[in-house]
């Protein structure tokens, strides 16, 4: 445990262990993080029984482990999340069962069958208990947007477009309480699980009660290359009652997604980046498909490992954003939605 729990949390670790399983430590422990937390996430094995272990390193409102840990716990029992086994918001600490994943490469039935699936998940977590709430999923990135300016990885004005640009879209974009449903607010590929018959979600600390076109634009962000993608993921999480209004507003929050998605890995890029190092003078970088080793399926590739890669593909984030934002698409979809509110 030594190796790869800090001091101040191998406490906590026995605790969740000793109720678990009965016994205060596991017979193995392997790193198994893919994503920008800070949490220390290790596979255990105890009696040959494999879960895993998430322990939380910090704390703050983007991050609270009590709202993350009741997401997680109501995600759990609507089947969308491994099963829950432990949970301690005081110490940090989660247990789950282990689910063993293989590559969505090999989803039965094929991409289109895959994107249905997708969608499904989502449709199926918004008939969950509600969600706890928390901040608009529009003031929660401009809160993590500001971090992010406030930051020295950029230079000044470099940032002003795009966040002008998400200015207009949240003016734009109706904010109804009958749209709000529970919401993962983070599935990017390293939060989805396909078992080789059905898929799971997990890392729950984004959740909250929010947008219901949330997750699914997110989900389309990294599988939907075509209309025809788009299209097949809008007839299922509408059950092939789509409105043009629907199109509008899942247009909307692809491109919101996007800015989010490029706020988070900034802020991760600000906080590995050198107090006295050289701001970026620009948002130059290659295009957002470049950076999966498998676009076609939502696999990342390396590149996103480094540090390097991380500042890039936050930038390609915004290139496309601000792409997308003056599109002839984009401009109709405000048009549309600012007609019907």
């Known amino acids: ?14 605790r969740a262990f000793q109720a678990t399983f009965g016994r205060e430590c596991a017979d193995s422990l392997t790193p198994m993080k893919f994503g920008f937390s800070s949490a220390v996430v290790l596979k255990a094995v105890v009696a040959q029984h494999s879960v895993v272990l998430r322990v939380e390193l910090q704390s703050d409102p983007t991050t609270d482990p009590a709202r993350h840990f009741e997401c997680l716990r109501l995600a759990a029992d609507a089947g969308i999340s491994p099963a829950l086994l432990y949970a301690e918001p005081d110490d940090g600490v989660t247990v789950t069962e282990f689910i063993q994943g293989v590559p969505f490469s090999q989803f039965s039935g094929g991409r289109d069958a895959m994107l ?8 199926q977590l918004q008939t969950a208990q509600g969600f706890p ?3 608009s999923y529009f003031d929660a990135i401009a809160m993590i947007g500001d971090q992010v ?39 990017n590929p390293t939060n989805l699980l396909y078992d080789g018959s059905r898929i799971w979600v997990v890392d729950w600390e984004s959740g909250f009660q929010g947008d219901r076109y949330v997750d ?5 962000n990294s599988f939907a290359w075509t209309e025809e993608d788009e299209a097949v993921m809008l007839d299922a ?9 629907n199109k509008a507003r899942f247009t909307l929050m692809r491109l919101v997604c996007r800015f989010f998605g490029a706020m988070v ?33 939502g696999t990342f590739g390396r590149v996103m490992a480094t540090a390097e890669g991380r500042l890039s593909y936050g930038k390609a984030l ?3 954003f601000l792409a997308g934002f003056h599109s002839s698409t984009c401009l109709d979809a405000i048009a549309l939605v600012q007609s019907v509110s």
């Open 237 to 245: 999480f509408f059950a092939g009652k789509v409105t043009e209004e």
């Open 1 to 14: 445990m030594e190796e790869f729990i800090p001091p101040h949390k191998r406490e906590a670790v026995s």
């Open 116 to 123: 249905r699936a997708l969608a499904d998940t989502v449709r």
């Open 265 to 297: 890995i900034l802020r991760v890029a600000s906080a590995e980046r050198a107090v006295d190092a050289q701001r970026e003078s620009s948002l130059t970088a290659n295009p957002t498909r470049s950076f999966y080793y498998d676009p076609l399926f």
């Open 149 to 187: 300016r406030g930051s020295n990885l950029f230079a000044s004005g470099v940032l002003d477009p795009a966040f002008a640009a998400f200015q207009v879209i949240a003016e734009a974009y109706p904010k109804a309480d009958e749209d709000q449903a529970p919401c993962h607010n983070d599935l």
């Open 318 to 320: 915004l290139n496309d």
């Open 216 to 220: 699914l634009a997110t989900l389309a």
């Open 133 to 135: 709430h928390f901040k």
